[in-house]
């Protein structure tokens, strides 16, 4: 099934960092030369929104809740995409997820991952 597999969630502490990564699977092996990709969340009982972008140039874009505090980045030879994120906050909590924002009505939702921000 061609989707983006995410990984890397756990709880953590108000503060605390963690690192997200983002695999892209089947024929959508290369997606992460050739789209712009995005790492997205959903908190509960809220839509999902996009939080960060990375073009295959490498210009980035975050949305304001963020920006300063997480960061997008690919590593090429692991052909994955990552979502460094410090200073986390409680409401940061929420399941997170990675896809192409031009391409999510052709590229089906992967599993997501969790990331509770707690004391």
């Known amino acids: 099934q061609e989707q983006f597999v995410e990984s890397g969630g756990g709880l953590v502490q108000p503060g605390g960092s963690l690192t997200l990564s983002c695999v892209p699977s089947?024929?959508?092996?290369?997606?992460?030369?050739?789209?712009?990709m995005g790492w997205y969340r959903q908190a509960p009982g809220k839509e999902r929104e996009l939080v960060a972008t990375?073009?295959?140039?490498?210009?980035?874009s975050y949305d304001d809740s963020v920006k300063g505090r997480f960061t997008i980045a690919t590593d090429k030879s692991k052909n994955t995409m990552y979502l460094q994120m410090n200073s986390l906050k409680p409401e940061d909590t929420a399941v997170y997820y990675c896809?192409?924002?031009?391409?999510?009505?052709?590229?089906?939702w992967g599993p997501g991952t969790q990331v509770p921000v707690s004391s």
């Open positions: 896809n192409a924002p031009r391409q999510t009505s052709k590229i089906s």
């Open positions: 089947g024929s959508l092996r290369a997606a992460l030369d050739i789209y712009i």
């Open positions: 990375l073009a295959p140039a490498g210009d980035t």
